[in-house]
C-alpha cells in the first residue's frame, strides 16, 4: 500500500475536465484530498490512489446515484477512462541501464544475431530451393504432376 501513495500520474487536460465536475459530489474527504491537485495553482501530477478511490467510489451505489443526478457519466470515471492518456510518474528520471556483466550481455547480442541470421538463411534456402526446382521442371517438359511432386 505504501508503493500506492508514491505512485504519481500525470495530471492530463482531459483528466482534469472529468476530475473538475467532482469536487461537489464527492465525499467531504475524497473532495479534500481531490481539491488539493485540481486547483489552478497546483501541481502538474496526481497521487494514484486519489484516482483510485475516485474509481471506486463511483463503482458504489452512492457514486453511482450521485453521478447520474448530475448527469454525469459513471464509466468516465473507470480506472481505465481515468488513466489513459496519462503517464505514470512523469517527475521521475529513471537512471540509465547498467550491465551486471558486460561480457555476458556482448555474447548474448551476438548469439541473438546468429540465431536470426540462422532463421532467415533457413528461409532462403528454402525458398531458393523450390524456386530452382520448379524453374528447373518448367524448362525439362516435365508434366505437371511431376512438377507438383518435385516442388
Not at 65 to 94: C, H, N, V, W
Amino acid at each position: 500500500m505504501n508503493q500506492m501513495h508514491e505512485l504519481n500520474v500525470s495530471l492530463e487536460h482531459h483528466l482534469l475536465e472529468v476530475l473538475n465536475a467532482l469536487p461537489t459530489i464527492l465525499p467531504d474527504d475524497l473532495a479534500v484530498e481531490l481539491s488539493a491537485f485540481i486547483s489552478p495553482s497546483s501541481s502538474t501530477v496526481i497521487p494514484y490512489y486519489i484516482l483510485l478511490k475516485i474509481s471506486q467510489w463511483s463503482r458504489s451505489p452512492v457514486g453511482l446515484k450521485a453521478l447520474q443526478s448530475s448527469s454525469l457519466d459513471p464509466q468516465s470515471y473507470s480506472m481505465i477512462s481515468l488513466l489513459a492518456g496519462t503517464r505514470t510518474s512523469p517527475e521521475k528520471k529513471f537512471p540509465a541501464y547498467v550491465a551486471k556483466d558486460p561480457e555476458i550481455e556482448r555474447r548474448q547480442a551476438a548469439n541473438d544475431k546468429k540465431a536470426v541470421s540462422t532463421v532467415v538463411n533457413g528461409v532462403l534456402s528454402v525458398a531458393g530451393t523450390g524456386f530452382a526446382t520448379w524453374w528447373a521442371s518448367e524448362r525439362t517438359g516435365l508434366r505437371l504432376e511431376w512438377k507438383l511432386f518435385c516442388t
